[in-house]
């Protein structure tokens, strides 16, 4: 990249930079030899030429789009496969992903579900069946949960699997409307195989939802088997080539080891043996909320990148009225904006790291037959999942508000960036019913202190805060991170009491409960905030990096911790100890930090290490040349390759004519 030629404003921008760009992207990659290996990698999928698009794919109909998503992945298949034979690499698909579709793939629930969910919940015989095929592409699949009627709230599926113990079979059946599956990725036109979670019925009884593996069309014609209904749903704001589709099944019959059966099993005779926890069943879903807090990161670095660039590159109105006029990177408002993403990308970076290796630990664990750190598990990556979605949607938004009009071209790939990142926000889980789910252990958590029980460590706060509320305020990173552990501790506490106000005055805990849910989802909110901010500053001070690098890391981290204090003062003036003073000192902190950042923006986003190939616009690339992209994308606009268009001689020129009459 060092060789192209730039615009002299990035190439002074980046003279400024205090600290070796080189340094930190391999501090991101994991090592010099993971960059190397990465950069070979994507140096490899974007030469090859048929995985270019000739005309941008927004200008294609709703069936080519498609149609050229699917054709790209096979290449793409075949090349990592071919790659990681030669190399023994296994690649970043999904980095790659956004270069090769710039939405998503056709085979994104393949890979991130189907796969994952025969590993998961598959007995060793079952995966030994089901998972050579699927890693090698015989059989496609996908994740076939949510309905017409019911997402959040899974246990009121409709779709049956009722037990024939006759012909030791399960017999598939969506007999309403609302049972129709709904939404999942790649059921529209790609898949021959998915995961169907289903009501299992056995005599007549209900046993709850489980998995099946079911082939929904033929191998060779690829026509729906009989008694499958399968289709597309349509266009959606994001996700175009993702291929999402609907599913019915009537009187569809599947052999019984097609239930994946690592937890619950149903026997030949139909008895049905209960296994270790029936939320292990929801195994899969944990699994993808862990992994969407590291493409929170990945989303909003794709952002910044863009927004930053753009902003060093534009020059609008002047500061001072004798000046020229400024980069647009140079008012503080337009730092206010981006800071916060490059600081957001790295903290999801980190506690992306963190909560990763807590979701092996606990695999570990399961393995073993030992499931007391589950429910921690299950509460933090729910709402984490939940807060660093909306997060990335915020920011990715403010980086195309940031970048004015020009942010809302479809090639500044800002609306595209925002459509696959604001989606995170429900899939997997919506966010307020993930934020509830871990207000549900924070108040169990609370009632354990009060009861002066030790707690799990992503909640000990709570008993510390009970034993002591009254600590003195510190305008200090550690400071700022107790300080959110007390507006945490006491939003629980506020939450907790406002439940036990309606029960006192008759109501039952479920309505107690609905009365409470706004207190108790900003509860959870603040939970993960000062989860966010103690993690990713503790990561941060564990660094091991040169002293010029680490003042930067440690820069961003601040402001991250800052821009937050400030964002919610309100609640710091309720919950914690501080004064109007302090704050006050926290927002002349915030603009020395804005202040020092600055120089280093270029440099930061630089780091993120992004090809234009994977960054796909006209705003960021890395030579910055901004308009001249601008114009070259418009002139490929299908309206531009005819001086003249038809709609001239058939509607406009009769409507001057019948004008002049
Ligand atoms: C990098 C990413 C890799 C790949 C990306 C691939 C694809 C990405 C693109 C798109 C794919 C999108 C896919 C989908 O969206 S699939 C569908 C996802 N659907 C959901 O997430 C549904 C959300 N709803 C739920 O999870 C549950 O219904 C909910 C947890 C909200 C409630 O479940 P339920 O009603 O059964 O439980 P409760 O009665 O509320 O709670 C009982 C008890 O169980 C505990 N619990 C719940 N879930 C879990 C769990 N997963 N693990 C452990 N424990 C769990 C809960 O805390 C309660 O405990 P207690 O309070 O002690 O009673
Ligand atoms: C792009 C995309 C891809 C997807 N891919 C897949 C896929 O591959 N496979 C698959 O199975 N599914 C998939 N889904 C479905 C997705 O998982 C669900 O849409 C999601 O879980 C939300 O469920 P819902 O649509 O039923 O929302 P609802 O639950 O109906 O939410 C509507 C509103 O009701 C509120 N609400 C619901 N329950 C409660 C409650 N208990 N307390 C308070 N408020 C509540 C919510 O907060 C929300 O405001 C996908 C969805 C999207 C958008």
Known sequence: MANVKCNPDLVRERAKCSFDVNELIHLIDGGENATKEKRHFEETIFSVKELQDAVPEEYLSHKDRYEN?????TILRDVCREYMKKYNYKPNRFRVGHGVFKDVSPFLLHDGMFVATIIGQGTPEQQAEWLPKAENMQIIGTYAQTELGHGSFIRGLETRATYDPKTEEFILNNATLSSFKWWPGGLGSTVNHCIVVAQLFINGKSYGIQPFIVQIRDLN??????????????????FQTANNGFLGFENFRIPRMNMLMKNAQVLKDGTFVKGMNEKLTYGTMVMVRVGIVGDCSLNTSLAATIAVRYSAVRHQSKIKAKEPEV???????????????????????????????????????????????LPELHATACCLKAVCSRDAGSVVEECRLACGGHGYMTSSNLPLVYGFTIATVTYEGEQTVLLLQTARYLVKAWLAALQGKVLAPSVSYLSDWLKNDNVRWQNTPEGIVKGFQHVAAGKVKAAYDTIQKYIKLGKDYEDAWNLASVQLMKASEAHSRSILCEVSWGEVIRTSASPNLLQVLKQLAQLYLVYWTLETSGDFLVYSNISKDDIAILREKYEELLAAIRPNAVGLVDAFDLRDEILHSTLGSYDGRVYERLMEEALKSPLNQESVNASFHKYLKPLMEKAKL
């Open 69 to 73: 998503a699917v054709r790209k992945a």
């Open 221 to 238: 014609t690829h026509k729906p088997l009989p008694g499958v209904k399968v289709g597309e749903i349509g266009p959606k704001m994001g």
């Open 327 to 373: 980069q647009i990177l140079d008012y503080v408002t337009q730092q206010h904006k981006l800071f916060i993403a490059i600081a957001s990308s790295h903290v999801f970076r980190n506690v992306y790291s963190w909560l990763s290796k807590s979701y092996l630990n606990v695999m570990k664990d399961l393995a073993q037959g030992k499931q007391d750190h």
